[in-house]
């Protein structure tokens, strides 16, 4: 047996991980663990790279890596904060993800149509009637908010998030916010165009009562439904303005 054959041959090339890379892994395993929590002062770059072993440039560049990610925040002569760690924060980067491709759209809705259809499914089931009861009270003001796209995503925020929450599924009530904030950049455009939010507001009305009668059925059959329309709706509104 000759030495070549003695060799291991390295199939991947050795990734080499930079010491900002380094520096911002070990911010985010803070706050997994829960030593840095959301709103938490980082110490000041000063101090971070003399505790870390690491120049000032290396924190500057692992706090701007965090901060595109949305884990982290800096403040004009305030240092850098941990935020709030929200799907608001968490999920910016995916918009652009998103934004490249159309076909990105349709592979968003396409995963709302099943997760909301399934949400909605158990929400008919264990929602309790003091969250119908919210959903209600969110409708009868809703109609009021057609002419004012600003209120009436607000509006739509509370009315999901309350059947996210009446899932009974923690899970699927993060999931559903998190494809819900992802798609709003598309939804903009879509929201400002005549006799969208019209249409919205009738879908909502016919998933409330499919969820007022316990139906889980006709309430996945409903949700489903939205999200096509709302889907529809979308795609053509950005295509007008492209």
Known sequence: ?????????????????????????????????????????????????????????????????????????????????ITNLDADALLEPLHFFLSLEESHLGDLYDAR???ESDVARRAAVNISDDALDGLARIMAKQENTLDNPLRFRES??????????????????????????????????????PGILRQSYVDHHRLLKALQDRDPDAAAEMASAHMKNVYRATVKSNQKGA
Do not use: C
């Open 1 to 81: 047996m000759n030495g070549a054959d003695n060799r291991t041959e390295l199939k991947q090339p050795i990734v080499r991980v930079s010491a900002a890379e380094l520096v911002a892994k070990g911010i985010l395993d803070q706050v997994k663990s829960g030593a840095l929590r959301p709103g938490d002062r980082l110490p000041t770059e000063r101090n971070l790279a003399l505790s870390l072993q690491v120049s000032r440039p290396t924190v500057r560049e692992a706090i701007r890596g965090l901060t595109i990610l949305g884990v982290a925040r800096t403040r004009q002569g305030g240092g850098a904060y």
């Open 113 to 115: 149509m099943l997760i």
């Open 156 to 193: 739509d925020k509370a009315f999901h998030q309350l059947i996210w929450e009446g899932s009974g599924n923690a899970f699927l009530k993060r999931i559903g916010a998190s494809l819900n904030v992802i798609g709003l950049e598309f939804r903009r455009v879509a929201s400002e165009t």
